[in-house]
């Protein structure tokens, strides 16, 4: 991590329903059935490395500004950084917006801002250094109005030393100029048919082994 805060790199190394009714005579309460996790949560990638086919954008992390197909990767790769730079306390170094939704220039005056303007530990709870700095990671960015974008560009060049961004968008074509030259571009390409295969039968393995295991 000490290599990336100088280099803007990253080095790479079934069960029985729950809802049957009880049996006559049963005094015991009947159990819940377990919350199911989407795949597509549970099997995101933890850290860069195990980011599918996308390996020249993992490489490096300043101001970032991800773009390309939905499916790609581009969310589950700045989250997979976000664990990998800051370990248990990630969740306390990101703030997330989902632009679509969240897209008015009073959420970057407040939200954003807010979050960007507090400075940020170089060493965690347990002792251990972390990179001084927080990550704010805008989905969605192209939906953001011109007005919002413009704040956030105001934003990006007064907090530099305390926060990094990071815009996911489908059409980088959507973001203003001023945005994106204060940004490493990465394109993220379509995941060839041999590597979502490989995937999807890795989740079936991981799966097949859980459920053994349950049985």
Known sequence: MQAFLKTGKLSGSHGTSSGSKEKAGSSGPSKKKPALTPWVEKFRPRTVNDVVEQNDVVETLPNLLFYGPPGTGKTS??????????????KER???????DERGIQVIREKVKNFAQFTASSVRPDGRPCP?????ILDEAD??????????RRTMERETKTTRFCLVCNYVSRIIPPITSRCSKFRFKPLGNDLVRERLELICTEERSHVVKKL
């Not at 990101?94 to 679509?100: C, Q, R, T, V």
């Not at 001084?132 to 704010?136: A, E, G, H, M």
């Not at 939906?143 to 956030?152: E, G």
Request: aromatic share 8%; glycine share 2%; proline share 3%.
């Open 77 to 90: 790769t700045i989250l997979a950084a976000a664990r990998q730079l800051f370990g248990d306390i990630y």
């Open 94 to 100: 990101i703030l997330e917006l989902n632009a679509s």
């Open 132 to 136: 001084p700095f927080k990550i704010v």
């Open 143 to 152: 939906s953001m109005t011109q007005a919002a974008q413009a704040a956030l």
